[in-house]
């Protein structure tokens, strides 16, 4: 079993920064696709950002340029630097772990899920 702790979420100003950390135990993810989705209050929960075992990345349109993921298998913590944040950005945003190495898009596609963090975006 793996579990997944998301942090640093919190309230930020449009146009600010924030990092997000969703931190594994139970066993090393070193060999897991780990992604980042959100859910904004009725809406369906959505893909954000994904990383597979060996590195490779993809973002959603709509965070490219501003939102980034990356890995360190030596803690054990997959980060989500996100910059430019805009309003509609405001959402929970939950950690999630794929035994398959290679990244997914569909929530469904993930065996293991965090608790969330909640990003909130002022105007």
């Known amino acids: 079993q793996v579990q997944l702790v998301e942090s640093g979420g919190g309230l930020v100003q449009a146009g600010g920064s924030l990092r997000l950390s969703c931190a594994a135990s139970g066993r090393t993810i070193s060999m897991y696709a780990m992604g980042w989705f959100r859910q904004a209050p009725g809406k369906e929960r959505e893909f954000v950002a994904a990383?597979?075992?060996?590195?490779?990345?993809y973002c959603a349109d709509s965070v490219k340029g501003r939102f980034t993921i990356s890995r360190d298998n030596a803690e054990n913590t997959v980060y989500l630097p996100m910059n430019s944040l805009k309003p509609e950005d405001t959402a929970v945003y939950y950690c999630a772990a794929r035994r398959s190495g290679s990244y997914a898009l569909k929530p469904h596609e993930y065996d293991y899920w965090g608790q969330g963090t909640q990003v909130t975006v002022s105007s």
């Open positions: 990383i597979s075992w060996n590195g490779y990345t």
